[in-house]
């Protein structure tokens, strides 16, 4: 479980903030100092524990500094840029930064990058990459332009990957971005172009990156709210190429859209992520902590005072600016499992009672406590599903080869084997993504939707009944079963396909609605219904008749579910004998729904539904046949199913009388054409009386 520990100001000294904020904030040879890097002309060294500056260092009047320093860790010796292209170097003995050493650089300097274990690097505005000492021994030296016309670098990261230097920097140009990859232990530069998926649209407002031993984990946050994901392989396959990546959905809708202030995103390990800005629309600017492997809020802290948009994280503090003054705000963090994620983690014993391991085994449950097992087993299933994700979505964005499909296949099927063989590994992520893939079916993976089912797993359900043509009746009733039995609250937790549903509100056609129930219903008028019994029964309770026939008897996620079963193929022949199997108040419940949407479509004269993909009359008749033909017997025993009985009978009858007066036209088009093509026979005569019903 991930905590915020106590807020404290660094220092009481204003510091010189732009508009933009701090120019930087970074680590010192020692764990506990760091530079902080004004917008104008300063630098300070800060000791964190004492809270106090060790000391300051200041540019002439006339000049500004326009890169952060940084420490030289293996000369122990500090580096600022000044006026874009003057770099100086000095340390704590040092006064006047107008005395240390000094280089004029033959190009303008973006940032100097320095990590543990290895030279700063020195990253120049047109993308060319010097090591200091190289830089140093010719500071003139020509420096080669990398990235195109107004292409401008918008974040840069330093790692050590296998003891070898690794730099990626980002690229904006015209609303397109571009990752540039440079391995200094092969001299290799790769470009990527950056897909933003869906919403083209979207600016990108803060980058961070976390690294294991074949990926580069980008994470961007954009200006619809949302973190996006994006995979850069370490070693590229043809680095000669510039190559397309495509960016996943991380978490949604972590802060507004609008932020007044701007935002800010940065990594804390392999599973934690901290985010800075406003949550909802028109609060104050927060500081949170996500879990990204089981996407839960871990904690947050309100920021009164605004800040600046920016982050920085070091050990396990977190830097930011509190209004004007710079604030520190400890982090503690545990190993990110399961039962962390979700607060079941015991974080007190009592005396004399022995330690339990930290990790919960969901599966056996000890009396009314929960069990628990060795972490071991649980974080290798966790990384596991997380390394299939990444290899299949790696997959996924290469072009498709010639054995795409066996390929695909082969995966499910090794997926589901392991399913099988261990319960609680259920990669349901790649799942969905090779379902649409569109080359799946029903009978190259029938284990598939089997252990869907198990699992209940709705959402993946509705994608196989709207992708796989040749479901078997048997498995399409067992769907419905679950459609119809699972509770409201199960499905607001459930991200399910809405395209087929449209606006339930009832406020616009309830007096249409009203008119139509007593005047005329799809051309029959019940007026003229012969059976008594049946107007007594509805003419009872007309308001309540109105309101039921107007509103809709499921919650719009359960409606999805089942318009998918109602798109469904079938035979009526395999069909029939699984839906006796359904409870008779599931199957009262699914009449209801049906009735409703036939009411829907009586409203319009095209007698269709409104929306994408909704269910057609043809099949909404055609199930209310089908539920009735195979459970009558049951349905007509329940009392509250009568007037939903009655409603259907009379809803068959005003069908029989449209589909007779159609017939009636129709006879009499044919007779019409037959005379027209008479009338073509020269030197015929006849008379013939044409009689219209």
């Known amino acids: ?61 006339g000049q500004i500094i326009t890169c952060p320093a940084v420490c030289n860790f293996q000369t122990r010796e500090y580096i600022v840029v000044h006026d874009n292209k003057v770099l100086r170097i000095w340390n704590n003995e040092d006064v006047n930064l107008d005395k240390v050493f000094k280089a004029t650089l033959s190009a303008e300097v973006y940032r100097i990058l320095s990590v543990q274990g290895t030279e700063p690097l020195v990253l120049f505005k047109e993308g060319a990459v010097r090591g200091l000492e190289a830089l140093l021994a010719d500071p003139q030296q020509k420096i080669e332009t990398v990235i195109s016309d107004e292409e401008v670098i918008k974040w840069t990261k330093f790692f050590i990957v296998f003891r070898h230097p690794v730099l990626i920097f980002i690229t904006e140009k015209h609303g397109n971005y571009f990752a540039y990859v440079q391995m ?45 994901e994006t995979l850069i392989p370490i070693r590229p396959t043809d680095p000669e190429k510039n190559q397309t990546l495509v960016r996943s959905l991380l978490l949604k809708a972590v802060v ?20 800075l800005g406003s949550p909802q629309a028109a609060s104050k600017e927060c500081l949170s ?18 800040t600046s948009g920016q982050l920085w994280y070091y050990g396990e503090n977190l830097f ?23 607060g079941k983690l015991k974080h007190g014993q009592d005396p004399g009672t022995h330690v339990m391991p930290r990790f919960v085994n969901w599966e056996t449950p000890q009396g009314c406590g929960l069990g628990f097992q060795n972490s071991e087993q ?129 406020s616009v056609h309830d007096e249409k609605m009203e008119e139509q129930t007593e005047i005329l219903q799809n051309g029959f008028s019940p007026e003229e219904d012969k059976c008594s019994n049946c107007d007594q029964e509805l003419n009872k309770k007309p308001q309540d008749e109105t309101k039921e026939s107007t509103s809709c008897p499921v919650v719009p996620k359960r409606a999805a579910l089942l318009n998918a079963i109602l798109h469904s193929a079938y035979s009526e022949t395999f069909l029939l004998p699984h839906l006796k199997d359904i409870p008779a108040q599931h199957i009262t ?61 009379k809803l068959v009858k005003s069908q029989i009388s449209v589909y007779s007066e159609l017939n009636k036209i129709e006879v009499s088009f044919r007779e019409l054409q037959k005379l027209n093509q008479e009338k073509n026979n020269r030197g015929l005569y006849s008379i013939e009386v044409l009689e219209l019903f």
């Open 256 to 275: 507004s859209g609008n932020t007044r202030n701007g935002v800010a995103l940065t990594a804390l390990d392999q599973d934690h992520i901290a985010v």
């Open 289 to 306: 902590v996500w879990n990204i492997k089981f996407q839960t809020l871990q904690t947050s802290k309100e920021l009164p005072q605004g």
């Open 320 to 342: 930011m600016l509190h209004g004007k003054s710079l604030t520190v705000i400890p982090y503690k963090c545990e190993v990110s499992s399961l039962a962390g994620a979700l």
């Open 589 to 649: 419940l699914f009449l209801k729904y049906l009735y409703f949407l036939y009411l829907k479509c009586s409203e319009n004269a095209t007698m269709t539904l409104p929306g994408i993909h909704p269910p057609t009359l043809n099949q909404i008749m055609d199930w209310i046949c089908l539920l009735l033909d195979a459970n009558f017997t049951v349905v007509v025993m329940m009392p509250e199913a009568k007037r939903l009985l009655i409603n259907l009978y």
């Open 378 to 506: 649980s974080r290798r299933i966790e990384d596991s599903e997380k390394h299939i994700e990444v290899e299949v979505r790696k997959f996924l964005a290469l072009k498709q080869t010639p054995d795409f499909h066996t390929v695909i296949g082969d995966t499910v099927t090794g997926l589901l084997e392991r399913c099988k063989a261990e319960p609680s590994f259920y990669p349901r992520n790649c799942l969905v993504q090779l379902i649409q893939t569109h080359v799946l079916s029903y009978s190259l993976c029938p284990d598939l939707m089997e252990i869907a089912l198990i699992k209940k797993d709705v959402q993946l359900l509705q994608l196989c009944l709207q992708q796989f043509p040749d479901i078997p009746e048997s498995v399409t009733c067992a769907c419905l079963k679950i459609f119809l039995s699972i509770g409201d609250d199960s499905l607001q937790e459930t991200d399910v396909s809405m395209e087929s549903v449209f606006d339930y509100s009832n």
């Open 184 to 228: 200094f232990n092969s001299r290799i530069l790769t470009k990527y172009t950056l897909l933003l998926g869906q919403d083209e649209n979207s600016v990108i407002e803060s980058f961070t990156a976390s690294v294991d031993r074949k990926f580069i984990s980008l994470m961007s946050l954009s200006s619809d709210g949302c973190i996006y």
């Open 1 to 61: 479980m991930a905590a915020l520990e106590e807020e404290f100001t660094l220092s009481s000294v204003v510091l010189s903030a732009g508009p933009e904020g701090l120019l930087g904030v970074e680590q010192s040879d020692k764990t506990d100092q760091f530079l902080v890097t004004d917008s104008g002309r300063t630098v300070i060294l800060y000791k964190v524990s004492d809270q106090k500056p060790l000391g300051s260092w200041s540019v002439k009047q």
